[in-house]
């Protein structure tokens, strides 16, 4: 499920599975001028690549590697900026 919400120029994406008709859990990413701030969870990722189908998107930024932030960047062909990994 996705919802979205304009706030200023920015869009705020929320996304998330429903279990039994409700979310338990929502991830935020946002669009903001062709770029994608986070991607959300891996099991929304082809709702997410749906919406922005016909946005133009450029660039994707990632701001940490928390699987709701960036378990759907699979599903984007532009690149992807991400902090460096520290293990």
Same mark, same amino acid.
């Given at each position: 499920? /996705? +919802?979205?919400?304009?706030? %200023? %120029?920015? &869009? ?11 979310? &338990?859990?929502?991830?935020? &990413?946002?669009?903001? +001028?062709?770029?994608?701030? %986070? @991607?959300?969870? #891996?099991?929304?990722? !082809?709702? /997410?690549? %749906? ?8 660039? /994707? #930024? /990632? @701001?940490?590697? !928390? ?6 960047? !699979? ?8 902090? +460096?990994?520290?293990?």
């Amino acid at each position: 499920m /996705i +919802k979205v919400e304009e706030v %200023d %120029d920015v &869009l705020v994406i929320k996304c998330g599975s429903e279990v039994n008709g409700r979310v &338990l859990y929502w991830a935020t &990413l946002y669009y903001y +001028k062709n770029l994608v701030i %986070d @991607t959300g969870c #891996l099991h929304t990722a !082809h709702e /997410i690549k %749906d919406f922005f189908h016909s946005k133009a998107v450029k660039v /994707i #930024l /990632i @701001t940490h590697y !928390h699987e709701d932030h960036c378990g759907g960047t !699979h599903v984007f062909k532009q690149p992807v900026y991400a902090p +460096k990994k520290i293990t």
